[in-house]
C-alpha cells in the first residue's frame, strides 16, 4: 500500500530554559486515498506535527515524506501536489469570488479553472459577489475553492467547520467526500467526534507530542472494551458523596470501567440490560436518588476522555 505522508521519529523542540519539546519522537503513515484524522487537545502538539507536514515549520529531527518526496530535495514539487485550508483564511474584502480564485490559480502551473472549482464547492451563485458580502459557510467553501484549484493530491483541512451551523457543516462534508472519493488524499483536524467518525477512514490521537492511538473510529470505540454507555447524575446534595465511590461503581456486573467529570457519571458497559439492573440496585443499597439516566452508543469523544482524560474541546 503507497503512503501519502509517512513520519518517522519526528521532533521538534523549542528554543527555552528549559527546551520544550512538542513533538518527541512521532511516527505517521497515511495511506494514498484516504481521509485521516488529526485529534489531540490544545498542547498535544497536534498543530506543530501538521505545520511540519505542510512544511510551514522546520524539523528539529526526524523525516517527513509528502507524495514520496521531501521538504528538503523537493520543495516546489511538493507544493505543487497539495492544497491547504487553514482554520481562518482571512481573503481580500474587495475581490470577487472569482477574483480570488483567479488569484489562486495563478500560483500553479496546472489545475482546474476557477470555475470548476468555484462548482465543485456549490458557490457559482456567488462568483459574482464580494468577498466581504459571504457568509461564513460560504467563506469556508471559498477557502476550499483555493486549496483545491490547484487540483491537488493531497488536501490538508484544519478545523474546516468549525463556527458553522449545521448545514454549512454538511454542505463542506459533502465536499470532502467528494474529494476522497475521487483517489485524493485528505488529512483533517477537527473538534467534532461526529465529523471524525464520519469523514474519517483513520483517526490518530496526539497528546504529549506522540501518537497514544491510531486506527479506525470504530477500532478505537471497540477497544474501550464496550460498545454502549450508561450517563447519569445525582441529586446535588449526593452527587459529592459517590465521587469517592468510583471502585464500588467499577465492580459492578457489566461495567467495563466508570469514570465522573461535573457531576456526571459515565459507565462504559458491555450489556446494558445487565449493567443497568446493577447500577439501580447499587443506588439503591448506597440510598442515592437518580436525577437524570440515559443510554448511548460509545464515540470517539469517550475514546478521547479514556485516553488523555479530557474532553478534546477543553480549554479552547
Keep these: 500500500m503507497s503512503y501519502a505522508i509517512e513520519c518517522r521519529s519526528l521532533v521538534k523542540t523549542y528554543a ?14 497515511v495511506h494514498t486515498g484516504e481521509c485521516f484524522g488529526l485529534l489531540g487537545p490544545n498542547g498535544a502538539g497536534k498543530t506543530t506535527t501538521l505545520e511540519m507536514i505542510e512544511g510551514l515549520l522546520e524539523v528539529t529531527s526526524g523525516e517527513i515524506e509528502i507524495l514520496g518526496k521531501r521538504w528538503t530535495d523537493s520543495p516546489q514539487e511538493i507544493r505543487e501536489q497539495i492544497g491547504i485550508s487553514l482554520q481562518e ?4 474584502d474587495k475581490l470577487t469570488v472569482l477574483e480570488v480564485v483567479r488569484l489562486f490559480r ?15 464547492v456549490s458557490i457559482q451563485e456567488k462568483a459574482n459577489s464580494y468577498v466581504v458580502k459571504l457568509s461564513g459557510g460560504q467563506k469556508q467553501r471559498l477557502a476550499i475553492a483555493c486549496a ?8 490538508f483541512l484544519d478545523e474546516p467547520t468549525t463556527g458553522l ?18 483517489g485524493r488524499t485528505v488529512v483533517i483536524t477537527t473538534h467534532y467526534m461526529d465529523e471524525a467518525e464520519r469523514l474519517c477512514d483513520r483517526v490518530a490521537v496526539i497528546d ?19 460498545q454502549h454507555m450508561v450517563d447519569f447524575t445525582l441529586t446535588d446534595s449526593e452527587a459529592h458523596n459517590l465521587a469517592n465511590q468510583l471502585e464500588g461503581l467499577n465492580q459492578l456486573k ?54 488523555t482524560g479530557r474532553h478534546l474541546r477543553d480549554n479552547e
Design 208 to 226: 504529549q507530542g506522540k501518537v497514544i492511538a491510531l486506527g479506525t473510529p470504530s477500532e478505537l470505540i471497540s477497544r474501550l472494551g464496550g
Design 148 to 155: 483545491i484549484v490547484g487540483d491537488p493530491k493531497l488536501l
Design 254 to 307: 457489566g461495567v467495563i470501567s466508570a469514570r465522573t467529570e461535573a457531576g456526571q457519571y459515565s459507565l462504559t458497559v458491555s450489556e446494558p440490560h445487565i449493567a443497568l439492573p446493577a447500577l439501580l440496585e447499587y443506588l439503591r443499597i448506597q440510598n442515592r436518588n437518580l436525577a437524570t439516566l440515559s443510554t448511548r452508543s460509545a464515540t470517539l469523544e469517550d475514546v478521547f476522555v479514556n485516553l
Design 106 to 120: 495563478s500560483f500553479y502551473r496546472s489545475g482546474l479553472s476557477p470555475e470548476e472549482a468555484i462548482a465543485r
Design 89 to 92: 483564511t482571512r481573503l481580500p
Design 16 to 29: 527555552g530554559n528549559p527546551p520544550v519539546e512538542a513533538v518527541r519522537g512521532l511516527e505517521l503513515a
Design 165 to 182: 451551523d449545521p448545514q454549512s457543516r454538511r454542505q463542506l462534508w459533502d465536499i470532502v467526500t467528494e474529494f476522497k472519493n475521487s
